[in-house]
């Protein structure tokens, strides 16, 4: 009887853990494509090999500011003289019920970075305010987390 019991809890055990282990191979089914939408990054991709539980997707990019706008108090504009580098960041979590047979689509759009100080864009003066108006994107990072772990986490040129 002793051997019964001490083989159910071996087996609920190996049952535990192999899901666990079998979740630890994520990957991307297609390379990541990227499109610039001038400011911004919007990133989409299909994973495998997830497990159970929600995924989150965070997207870094890194590039140039190409083409500034400065602008003064009194709303006159022109063009701005750096290329400063610029990060954005974008992220989503999508819930476990969406992730099937361990696969899950996603898209992840970056957020436009704000508004820049004067000097930093290259304007007439520090009184000025630069817009970043076109960004050359040159490196993305795709970070995926599940169950608080990270379990991708892949960089990639757009």
């Given at each position: 009887m002793r051997k019964g019991f001490i083989a159910v809890v071996a087996l609920l055990l190996f049952g535990l853990i192999v899901p666990t282990a079998l979740a630890a191979n994520v990957h991307f089914i297609k390379c990541p494509t990227s499109t610039d939408n001038g400011t911004n990054l919007?990133?989409?991709?299909?994973?495998?090999?997830?497990?159970n539980g929600d995924v989150k997707i965070t997207v870094s990019a890194t590039g140039r500011a190409e083409k500034?706008?400065?602008?003064?108090?009194?709303?006159?504009?022109?063009?701005?003289?750096n290329k400063p580098r610029v990060a954005t960041v974008g992220q989503t979590t999508i819930p476990s019920n969406q992730v099937k047979n361990g696969s899950v689509t996603f898209s992840v759009t970056t957020v436009g970075p704000?508004?820049?100080?004067?000097k930093t864009a290259g304007c007439p003066n520090s009184n000025w305010t630069g817009r970043i108006d076109d960004v050359s994107f040159s490196s993305a990072t795709v970070k995926v987390e599940q169950g608080g772990s990270v379990v991708l986490n892949k960089t990639f040129s757009p």
């Open positions: 919007t990133t989409s991709s299909k994973l495998a090999g997830l497990g500034i706008t400065c602008t003064n108090k009194g709303g006159n504009q022109a063009p701005g003289q704000g508004l820049l100080d004067g």
